[in-house]
């Protein structure tokens, strides 16, 4: 449907030229109309006195503005580019000026603002026309060439024009098509939208990265339905297009629209989709809702400290995104790119995409799809970012798990803040799910929008504490060395995807259930670890359980990062007391930081053991998740070395409120909403690879992990 011929000479036409340069003498002319009333709108004008009776009109005296003016009129225009009369009078008092003089500053700043930034679109257009007339000429060249497959002469005239004619006929079939749906989404998004080159790549592809996440090693991998799917075919593109720009116009609205779309709840605190009123408004659509599948939909907005620019680097780079939200993402990668952008940006990217979503407990099967994935910049500081499942473009394994227009709105704030609208609309067969989440999960607050948005503005605060540089000295234990702090960052990040990738239901794990455990049983399983600078090598034996206790999930997460108790539960570090040595804060919440602990137990072979320890908290989830580490690995890392290279077996717990409570009982609620607590230990039970896991082994992780879940329920009873 989209071949080379559409890219002819019918792209470039006289009238777009025309209109370019049109464009440019405008801005031109209003860069000399703004001189012009820059100074008229300032100036000073002298009568003619009693003694001159010179008929001739005296010339204009200007007034120019001082630099002070100047510059405190340009910061306050940075804050507030639309005065009033009060703000200019006040202004107009401060710098000696008349509130007339301070009104035509601003109205003339705001002519020039207006004037460069149509300047920049004008040459942003013209780099674009400049590479589809590199394109048109190629493909001439190519046509002059072209030679008969069947018998190698040259091709008919005749034939040539005939498939020319069939193909412009689609092609201009295709732009309208494109046209009307772009139209109807400027109705929503406030400015028209331009059409966009999506099978053109007019800069080089980034390289994509489909090696398996840092730290995951084996215990992250591909399920049934992700290993099943290859990259689409040339005969899916056209409708991977389509449905793309149509679930694009779909989140736009979903984000922007309230009632009766979206019904608020009593307390104003959660929205719920309308499904009836959702069917009325988008007829078309990925298709009916499958048998026996539910609909989860929420939307949750909230300001992050992150720029926009970043936040769509993040959201359309496979590695960045599975990294900064891997809490809830434990596999992803990118199957192909059908666009990179335009003009050196995201706008205009395509991808196809697969991903297993999870919740960090072995008793919630994950959720696998298959997606596009497509970016748009929609007006100045306005960008959208959609998935939308393609199961329906092929037959394959059964689908458990189909994702409707989801994702977010990202609009840019002042001092580098950003606004994200997220949607969230998936129809799901939830049958799997454990008795002891189901309330979590059916609430839709386990994959919802709530848990992306808290995730992101959480992992926002910690990539910006790894780029500060105005550490207080002050308190003791803070490490200010800016690359000891990147490096120990790095390794607490590695070893919280590690922590995450291996204690969920991955489709790529082998869960053992233990038998005659009691009511919370103990699932476990074993790998081999082998030339992984990151692990220990040996046979590593992994063990997890999940149980509710009748606390708030804040009580418990401070009971389990405060070091103060750590002897209450930890049986490992034999009733010795646990000291904080270092400590980095991660966000404005004490709760999240990276600390580096000593235990100073009796046992003097533990003398040269540290703990690494990273707890994070967020209104839908936390964690505390720690590692022995050795002490000369550790110096290397805090002097700014490689951490790379620290073997690391985390393990810890994933606190999750159990979903009773009105507002999802969130993690900063004290109320009477229980816990739901996973439990995870891995310990290296041999360190010959290819030696042979006894029950003995076993038998000790299993009790390790059920004393510790006895102590912990008795602490906290």
């Known amino acids: 449907m989209f071949q080379p011929n559409n890219m002819m000479e019918d792209q470039l036409h006289p009238l777009e030229m025309t209109q370019n340069t049109s464009e440019s003498e405008i801005a031109r002319m209003r860069d000399e109309e703004f001189d012009s009333t820059t100074k008229s709108g300032s100036e000073n004008h002298e009568g003619p006195s009693g003694d001159d009776q010179d008929p001739r009109p005296k010339k204009k005296r200007y007034h120019r503005h001082t630099q002070i003016q100047i510059q405190e009129m340009e910061a306050f225009f940075k804050e507030c580019p639309h005065p009033d009369d009060k703000q200019r009078k006040e202004l107009g008092r401060e710098l000696g000026l008349e509130p007339l003089q301070v009104k035509f500053w601003f109205q003339n700043k705001r002519t020039q603002m207006k004037t460069q930034h149509e300047r920049q679109e004008n040459t942003q257009l013209r780099t674009e026309n400049e590479k589809l007339r590199a394109d048109n000429m190629r493909y001439r060249e190519a046509l002059s060439t072209a030679s008969c497959p069947n018998c190698g002469g040259p091709t008919a005239i005749g034939q040539m024009s005939f498939d020319e004619h069939h193909l412009r006929l689609e092609n201009a079939r295709l732009r309208e098509e494109i046209d009307r749906i772009s139209a109807i989404a400027a109705k929503y998004v406030g400015k028209p939208v331009v059409n966009y080159p999506l099978l053109s790549s007019p800069m080089p592809p980034r390289p994509l990265d489909f090696s398996a996440q840092p730290g995951t090693g084996e215990m992250c991998g591909a399920g049934e339905l992700l290993r099943s799917i290859s990259a689409p075919t040339e005969a899916d593109k056209p409708m991977i297009i389509e449905l793309a720009v149509a679930a694009m116009e779909e989140l736009v609205r979903m984000a922007q629209i309230g009632e009766p779309l979206w019904i608020t709840s009593l307390d104003g605190t959660t929205s719920e989709l309308n499904e009836e009123e959702y069917i009325r408004t988008f007829p078309r659509g990925i298709g009916p809702k499958p048998t026996g599948f539910k609909c989860e939909a929420s939307r949750e907005t909230a300001v992050v400290i992150m720029n926009h620019i970043n936040l769509v680097e993040i959201l359309m780079d496979v590695h960045q995104w599975s990294t900064v939200f891997s809490g809830i993402v434990s596999k992803a990668s990118t199957l192909d790119v059908l666009s990179t952008g335009v003009a050196g940006n995201y706008n ?39 998935d939308v499942s393609l199961d329906n473009l092929r037959p394959g394994p059964t689908v458990r798990c189909r994702r409707r227009p989801s994702g977010c709105l990202i609009q840019e704030m002042p001092n580098g803040y950003s606004k994200v609208t997220w949607v969230e609309h998936v129809e799901v067969d939830d049958r799997g799910v454990h008795n002891l989440y189901k309330q979590l ?98 046979i590593v034996l992994s063990a997890a359980t999940s149980f509710w206790l009748p606390v708030s999930p804040k009580r418990v997460f401070d009971f389990l990062r405060d070091e103060n108790y750590r002897s209450e539960w930890d049986i490992l570090s034999n009733g010795g007391v646990v000291q904080e040595m270092a400590h980095i804060a991660n966000g404005r919440d004490t709760g999240n930081c990276v600390s580096l602990l000593r235990v100073n137990s009796a046992n003097s072979s533990q003398s040269n053991m540290l703990i690494l320890q990273e707890s994070c908290t967020d209104p839908t989830a936390s964690f505390v998740i720690y590692a022995p580490v050795d002490i000369v690995a550790m110096n290397v890392v805090l002097n700014g070395g490689d951490p790379d290279y620290v073997a690391l077996l985390p393990s810890g717990f994933a606190i999750l409120p159990d979903g009773t409570t009105a507002s999802a009982g969130g993690i900063v609620d004290t109320g009477s909403g229980g816990s739901l607590l996973t439990v995870a230990f891995q310990i290296l039970v041999d360190s010959v690879p290819t030696a042979k896991l006894s029950l003995g082994s076993v038998a000790t992780v299993n009790n390790l992990i059920a004393c510790t879940v006895e102590r912990i329920k008795a602490s906290l009873s």
Request: aromatic content about 6%.
């Open 348 to 386: 205009g990217a395509l991808q196809v995409m697969t991903a297993e979503l999870q919740v960090p407990s072995p008793l919630v099967p994950t959720r696998e799809s298959y997606y596009v994935r497509y970016c748009k910049l929609h007006a100045e500081g306005t960008w959208a970012v959609v």
């Open 441 to 538: 999960v059916s609430s839709g607050h386990a994959f919802g929008a709530r848990r992306w948005v808290a995730t992101l503005d959480r992992q926002c605060e910690r990539l910006a504490s790894v780029m500060a540089t105005n550490i207080p000295t002050g308190d003791v234990g803070v490490i200010t060395n800016q690359d000891g702090r990147k490096s120990m960052l790095k390794l607490a990040e590695r070893m919280v995807i590690s922590f995450c990738a291996g204690v969920s239901a991955s489709t790529a794990h082998t869960w053992t259930t233990l038998s005659g455990t009691g009511a919370d049983d103990v699932r476990v399983m074993t790998r081999k670890s082998v030339d992984d600078p990151g692990r220990p090598p040996g």
